[in-house]
């Protein structure tokens, strides 16, 4: 996950437009990014400021991150993060940042604003302000889930060579199984599975059959990669075996190298935390 920095215009400009303060879960709030923008801080620094004085924020409510797609056309990899303030926290923000022509224009702005919706909010709406307000809300989710899939239509793009690689250079014998990887980790296949499962790399699906051997249903899983980790794992069909659920071919998830490099990285990583 990225902070927002100085090549995020695109972010930038957007939050830039909008009013400094909104409405969120039903109360008017304010963000880290729009104080930036405001007060001319990078915002990383208000970022950091707002993390490094956490718990005296949070005597006046509990602060929230958000984490939102890069929009289209951004570079830098990954999401960024932002810092919901209500109206007593962005008042402290500001106290603790110097107190510059730019900063008390901002304070100016953003009292004004605060008062204002709070003002809004004790004037019941009419019939056509809640119209225009629904109809706001619903463009903005509108526009977070186009971000969001332009976003993985982006990273499928990036991901479509190496992808293309494995199908036609990884042959079978070059698979791995998950015992084999997990043996090399020094570490048992149970616990090996069960950490991809958590870390969002494979799923697991089960079914039951008749088992004549012995002489009772049994419940056999079968193991499959997640979309954007195919090039990690290769699925080995098993034609001899049951129909998997009745109709669907049997199948053994493998490892490819390239996914056995990944994992040790994994592990390696999860041991040091």
Known sequence: MSDVNDSDEGFVAIERTSPIVQMADGAPTTTSMRVANGTGVQHKNVLELVRNNLADFEEFGLVAFQTRPRPEGQHGGGDIQIAILN???ATLLLTYMRNSEIVRDFKKRLVREFYEMRKRLATPMTANELMAAGFAEAMKQLEQRDARIYQLEAKANVDAPKVTYVDTYVTDADLLSFSTV?????VGEKWLRELLIAKGWIYVQSDSRWSEKEQKKVVRNRYSEKADK?????RVEVHEAPRFRGSEVMHTL????????????????GAAA
């Open 182 to 186: 997990a043996s090399s980790n020094n």
């Open 254 to 269: 493998k490892v490819t190298p390239q996914g056995a490099e990944a994992i040790a990285r994994l592990i390696a990583k």
């Open 87 to 89: 109206e007593e926290h």
């Open 230 to 234: 195919k090039r990690y794992f290769r």
